[in-house]
């Protein structure tokens, strides 16, 4: 039976994404982006996307890393880099869609939208809605970038990841075919908020 994992946002944490691996056990392992920066271990979690075969969306984050390493800071081994030149900004599959930010409610998602949006039409005032709030399609929406609201679970329509494992919150899961959330203590908090 295919065991479908998408995994919030990873930030270098490679003792927690191992153990969460370990626990769920999948057949595909999809991440919805931010995969490195941050956190302590950009090497092991390397070494894991290989061992597993790992896909992942674009986060902000991660290009972040790349902005970087063009700049002479390399954060993560040359091969790491290639790999994330490469990431979609989706990743679909029958009824779901995998995202870093967020989707336009209204149309067109921009790829600035895809890897940062949070609030609809932007996030320069707090009263603005969530995109999530407006969305109204029929495919479950994961993404991740919201560790300061932790779990989103509005499920069906949408499904936020980022539980703020490198602060010291939770590195969270969640497998397509069962419907189970999973998530792993973080071992310490690696960046304050």
Same mark, same amino acid.
């Given at each position: 039976?295919?065991?479908?994992?998408?995994?919030?946002?990873?930030?270098?944490?490679?003792? =927690?994404?191992?153990?969460?691996?370990?626990?769920?056990?999948?057949?595909?392992?999809? #991440?919805?982006?931010?995969?490195?920066?941050?956190?302590?271990?950009?090497?092991?979690?390397?070494?894991?996307?290989?061992?597993?075969?790992?896909?992942?969306?674009?986060?902000?984050?991660?290009?972040?890393? #790349? =902005?970087?390493?063009?700049?002479?800071?390399?954060?993560?081994?040359?091969?790491?880099?290639?790999?994330?030149?490469?990431?979609?900004?989706?990743?679909?599959?029958? /009824?779901?869609?995998?995202?870093? /930010?967020?989707?336009?409610?209204?149309?067109?998602?921009?790829?600035?939208?895809?890897?940062?949006?949070?609030?609809?039409?932007?996030?320069?005032?707090?009263?603005?809605?969530?995109?999530?709030?407006?969305?109204? /399609?029929?495919?479950?929406?994961?993404?991740?970038?919201?560790?300061?609201?932790? #779990?989103?679970?509005?499920?069906?329509?949408?499904?936020?990841?980022?539980?703020?494992?490198?602060?010291?919150?939770? #590195?969270?899961?969640?497998?397509?075919?069962? /419907?189970?959330?999973?998530?792993?203590?973080?071992?310490?908090?690696?960046?304050?908020?």
């Amino acid at each position: 039976m295919s065991r479908t994992l998408v995994v919030g946002d990873v930030h270098s944490c490679a003792a =927690e994404l191992s153990a969460l691996l370990s626990c769920a056990q999948p057949t595909r392992v999809i #991440l919805v982006g931010d995969v490195f920066n941050k956190g302590p271990d950009p090497e092991g979690v390397w070494r894991l996307v290989l061992e597993w075969g790992v896909e992942s969306v674009l986060g902000n984050h991660d290009l972040r890393v #790349l =902005e970087l390493a063009k700049q002479g800071d390399r954060r993560v081994p040359v091969a790491a880099l290639d790999w994330l030149s490469t990431l979609p900004l989706f990743i679909e599959g029958e /009824g779901w869609l995998v995202v870093h /930010g967020g989707l336009n409610p209204d149309g067109e998602t921009t790829a600035e939208q895809a890897v940062r949006l949070r609030r609809w039409p932007d996030d320069t005032e707090d009263s603005n809605p969530f995109w999530w709030e407006l969305y109204r /399609g029929d495919r479950l929406i994961i993404y991740g970038h919201d560790a300061v609201r932790g #779990l989103q679970d509005h499920r069906p329509r949408t499904l936020g990841l980022d539980t703020g494992c490198v602060y010291g919150g939770e #590195l969270t899961g969640f497998i397509i075919e069962t /419907g189970e959330v999973i998530s792993v203590a973080a071992s310490a908090s690696y960046r304050s908020v």
